[in-house]
C-alpha cells in the first residue's frame, strides 16, 4: 500500500518531528568524516521549511550504553553542520523529548530547526515501549515523519512506537522523500521487475545472506555469487579452497541452495588466490574448487568477471549485495570494478539496476560508480531486508495515500 509523504503534508505553522538518520561516521576527534546522510535528509527538511513549518529532528549515532548523555555520541557537531548546510542557526536540545526540548520546541519560530540529542541516550529508545519517552516525544510534535531509511529494520520508539503515539492522537504520520524513494526503487524491482532479473551477491558469508538468496532465487532469472561466500559453495561441491575464508557449518545449507537453485544459481569459474591476504603476497589465477593449499580465494578470476558481466549486460533489472572480492585492496578489486562496469552499460542500456547499502555502496562509490547506476541505497540492513522479502513495520504504520 503506497503511503503518503511530506508532500501529501501541509506543514505551515506546524511542528513537524523527523527521524532521520544521522548516523554519520566520525574521526576520533570527533569530525565528521562523511556527511553524507545529513545532505541526504535536507530535501525533506527544506520542504517543511521552505513551507513554514517548524522542523524537530531526532536521529540515533553510534552505540551508546542507553544511560543518558555520552559526549562521544552527542549529535552536537551533526546539528553544525546542518546549520553550514542549510545556511541557517540550529538549535540543539540537550535531551530527548524532556523538559529542553519542550522549552526549545515551544520557542521554535516557523523556519526553525531543532536537533533533539542522540535518542539512544534513553533506554526506551531501543525497547520501543517507554510510554513516558514516547509520549515526551510525540508531545512535541503535530505531525510524523520517517526520513530514516537506514534505521526502517527496526522498531525502536522513535521509529514505531512514536508514530503511532502521534496517530492514535489524530495527527499524520508520512514518509520523508528518502524513504519514499528507496521503497520505491527495490520494492518496484521486486514485485515487478523488467527482465531477465540478475542478482549479484557477494561479501564475506553466505550466513548473513541466507534468506536473500533464497528470496531472489525463487523470483530472478540468475543469482551470481562472488566474495568468500562463494568458497562455501565450491567446498560443498567438494571444491578445495586452500586456506580461503569458508564457513564449514553451512555446508549441508549452501548444498540445499545448490539443488534449490535450479540453474539460475551461477558460481565462478576461476579465482584470483594468494599465498597471503595482501596486495603484495604471491598471487595466482586457477579454476574454482582448485585452490592449492596455503593460498586464499581474494576475488573472482577474470574469465569469471567476464561471464558474470555478460549476464549483467543483458539484464532488465539488477540488484547487487556485497563485494565480489577483497575491493578495498588492489589488485583485488578487478572483479568489484568489472561487474560495476557491467552494471553501468546495462543501466545506459535501460536497466533499472539498484546497488544495496553498506560495502557494496561504499564499492561502486570507491571505484567511481555511484552516479552510473539507478539508485545506490543508504541502508546496508534495511536493503538487505527488503531484498529478503520482509515489509518494515515502521512503514506499514504510515498513513495510507
Ligand atoms: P559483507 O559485509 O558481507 O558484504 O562483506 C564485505 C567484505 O567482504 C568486504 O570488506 C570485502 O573485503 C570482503 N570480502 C569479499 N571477498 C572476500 C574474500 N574472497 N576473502 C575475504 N574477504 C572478502
Redesign the pocket.
Known amino acids: 500500500m503506497p503511503k503518503k509523504s511530506v508532500a501529501d503534508l501541509d506543514p505551515r505553522g506546524k511542528a513537524v518531528l523527523v527521524r532521520v538518520d544521522f548516523n554519520v561516521p566520525q574521526d576520533d576527534s570527533g569530525a565528521i568524516t562523511d556527511d553524507r546522510r545529513i545532505k541526504m535528509a535536507l530535501p525533506t527538511i527544506r520542504s517543511i521549511l521552505d513551507r513554514g513549518g517548524k522542523a524537530i529532528l531526532m536521529s540515533h549515532l553510534g552505540r551508546p550504553a542507553g544511560k543518558g548523555l555520552e559526549p562521544a555520541f552527542s549529535l552536537a557537531p551533526v546539528a553544525k553542520r546542518l546549520g553550514e548546510l542549510l545556511g541557517k542557526p540550529v538549535l540543539l536540545a540537550s535531551d530527548t523529548g524532556g523538559a529542553d526540548s519542550q522549552a526549545k520546541a515551544k520557542a521554535l519560530p516557523a523556519g526553525g530547526v531543532l536537533v533533539l540529542e542522540n535518542v539512544r541516550f534513553n533506554k526506551g529508545e531501543k525497547k520501543g515501549d517507554d510510554a513516558t519517552y514516547v509520549a515526551g516525544l510525540a508531545s512535541l510534535a503535530d505531525a510524523y515523519v520517517n526520513d530514516a531509511f537506514g534505521t526502517c529494520h527496526r522498531t525502536e520508539a522513535s521509529m514505531h512506537a512514536v508514530p503511532m503515539a502521534l496517530k492514535a492522537l489524530g495527527k499524520p504520520a508520512v514518509s520523508g522523500f528518502l524513504v519514499e524513494k528507496e521503497i520505491q526503487y527495490l520494492s518496484d524491482a521486486i514485485a515487478r521487475p523488467k527482465r531477465p532479473f540478475v542478482a549479484i551477491l557477494?561479501?564475506?558469508?553466505v550466513s548473513?545472506?541466507i534468506a536473500v538468496i533464497q528470496n531472489l532465487l525463487s523470483i530472478c532469472d540468475h543469482v551470481l555469487i562472488?566474495?568468500?561466500?562463494?568458497?562455501t559453495f565450491s567446498l560443498a561441491q567438494g571444491g578445495r579452497t586452500g586456506k580461503?575464508?569458508v564457513e564449514p557449518d553451512k555446508l549441508d545449507l549452501a548444498k540445499e541452495l545448490l539443488a534449490h537453485g535450479n540453474g539460475k544459481l551461477v558460481l565462478p569459474v576461476d579465482t584470483h588466490c594468494a599465498d597471503d591476504?595482501s596486495s603484495g603476497a604471491n598471487k595466482k589465477i586457477v579454476r574454482a574448487g582448485e585452490i592449492p593449499d596455503g593460498f586464499?580465494?581474494?576475488?573472482i578470476g577474470p574469465e569469471t568477471a567476464q561471464k558474470y558481466a555478460g549476464i549483467i549486460r543483458s539484464a532488465g533489472t539488477v540488484v547487487w549485495?556485497?563485494?565480489?572480492?577483497?575491493?578495498?585492496?588492489p589488485p583485488?578489486d578487478a572483479g568489484t570494478k568489472a561487474v560495476a562496469d557491467a552494471v553501468a552499460d546495462a543501466t545506459v542500456k535501460g536497466a533499472i539496476t539498484i546497488i544495496g547499502g553498506?560495502?557494496?555502496a561504499a564499492a561502486v562509490e570507491q571505484l567511481g560508480y555511484a552516479d552510473k547506476v539507478s539508485h545506490v541505497s543508504t541502508g546496508?540492513g534495511a536493503s538487505l531486508e527488503m531484498l529478503e522479502g520482509k515489509a518494515f513495520a515502521t512503514v506499514a504504520v504510515l498513513d495510507d495515500k
Not at 586464499?296 to 576475488?299: A, C, H, N, Q, V
Open positions: 557477494g561479501g564475506k558469508k548473513d545472506k562472488g566474495g568468500a561466500m562463494a568458497y580461503s575464508l591476504f586464499e580465494g581474494l576475488d549485495n556485497g563485494p565480489m572480492g577483497v575491493f578495498e585492496m583485488f553498506g560495502d557494496s546496508g
